[in-house]
């Protein structure tokens, strides 16, 4: 186990400063003037020696190589660079944004974990029921809407109709009470719950259909355990193995957050900040963001791989010739 965890971190690090000299690359290949979007925005005019300035300063008439290696020497330091257009150092905006990630996707993963097993569960057990065929039916709704119409069709009822909720996720300044600077996440939590459960739910059903039918819970029926016992002390745990795993590979969206969510309901996270550095093409703050979410997944790959490698300890060992 400890060879095979070691191959795979070091295969995680080649992937990740591959895909960090890929993404340098193309954000340099991106058309337009990151200096040129610093002359519209500024306050007064800047000159062709301004610009010429500016262009030294952030090193952008350096070579796409050179660019690379000097990104690549400050990340060894921990330094993750300047926003050009914010103009402050990358961290006082990644990380922020990163923490109200964590929490809108945090508590929707929660949330949708919970009621995936518990609806997996209730579709699995009574298969071809009338539960079964409505849960199935609104798990294949979920996954086949757009994520920009759910959210809106949430604004709609909750906001506009039944003005129970803020339409957005920005509470108003000046701070206010909790319950209410809560009620400003429900909205966001309530949309990013209901897509990842309509999901999830389905790999719970199929998991369990496949246990239901295994030779130990004959025996076990045989020596008269009743079926709940069954199900939820033997079945259940057993059918959750995979969806444990794939609990795994979804850490990049708890991470990354759901991009849509966040522009329609204004949620300042990682995903909104990431889509504003690339239109913006800040180089740094879309670096930053995009490497995070990449480390991000190949983390979820490889606590998915590991639990799979310790549950089939086949899967760490080496192949004889």
């Given at each position: ?130 539960n ?16 920009f ?23 108003p ?8 600077a ?35 819970l ?35 969206s ?40 990449a ?27």
């Amino acid at each position: 186990m400890a060879v095979y965890l070691v191959r795979r971190l070091l295969h995680a690090a080649l992937v990740l400063l591959v895909l960090s000299a890929a993404t340098r690359a193309l954000l340099s290949a991106m058309p337009g003037d990151p200096v040129e979007n610093l002359r519209k925005s500024s306050p007064r005019p800047l000159s062709a020696d301004d610009l010429q300035r500016l262009k030294r300063h952030y090193g952008l008439d350096d070579p796409v190589l050179v660019q690379y290696g000097k990104w690549l020497r400050q990340l060894l330091t921990g330094d993750l660079g300047h926003s050009l257009s914010h103009h402050v150092p990358v961290g006082d905006l990644l990380w922020p944004a990163l923490g109200r990630t964590l929490v809108l996707s945090g508590i929707a993963f929660v949330v949708a974990a919970v009621l995936s097993v518990w609806l997996g569960v209730q579709s699995a057990a009574a298969a071809g029921s009338p539960n079964d065929l409505l849960i199935r039916g609104l798990c294949y709704l979920g996954i086949s809407l757009p994520p920009f119409w759910l959210c809106l069709v949430l604004i709609q009822w909750f906001a506009v109709r039944w003005r129970w909720l803020p339409p957005d996720a920005q509470a108003p300044p000046g701070g206010a009470e909790p319950y209410a600077a809560w009620s400003y996440l429900l909205l966001p939590v309530t949309a990013v719950t209901l897509l990842l459960t309509a999901d999830w739910t389905r790999y719970v059903r199929a998991g369990l259909r496949d246990v239901l039918d295994a030779d130990f819970l004959r025996a076990l029926r045989a020596r008269g355990a009743g079926e709940r016992r069954i199900l939820w002390a033997h079945a259940v745990p057993n059918a959750l193995v995979p969806f444990f795993t794939m609990l795994g590979l979804s850490l990049p969206s708890l991470v990354g957050g759901e991009l849509v969510v966040e522009m329609v309901f204004g949620w300042p996270g990682l995903g909104q900040l990431e889509y504003n550095a690339l239109r913006e093409q800040d180089a740094n703050v879309a670096m930053a963001a995009l490497m995070l979410i990449a480390a991000a997944t190949l983390l979820g790959s490889l606590l998915a791989d590991v639990v799979h490698a310790a549950l089939d300890p086949r899967v760490g060992e080496p192949i004889d010739p």
